[in-house]
């Protein structure tokens, strides 16, 4: 019965360090995660920032103003422009 007895005390030790080492890795995991949550709302931010700062700089009427102040850029007059028909389309 002792030899039993130590056996059952053994694998209760083994099933004790076996549930704390899997509580101690869900923790490390949940740091992990929460972690990853945080620089995902970081990077979730930076890319709003991102997008309003290109729809700025993409602006028409704000690139149009840049070509003809710093580039001395206008539009040609209408007799100088010229459509071409579509050619080769169905």
Partial sequence: MSRLNVVLALLLMACALAVIQSQQR????????ERLKKQA??????????????????????VETLAR????LIAPPNDRVRIEPLTGAP
Avoid at 26 to 33: G, N, P
């Fill in 69 to 72: 102040t710093r580039l001395g």
């Fill in 26 to 33: 869900s923790r490390t995991y949940f740091v992990e995660l």
């Fill in 41 to 62: 709302h970081v990077l979730d931010e930076q890319w709003g920032q991102l997008q309003l700062e290109q729809s700025t700089w993409a602006n028409p009427a704000r």
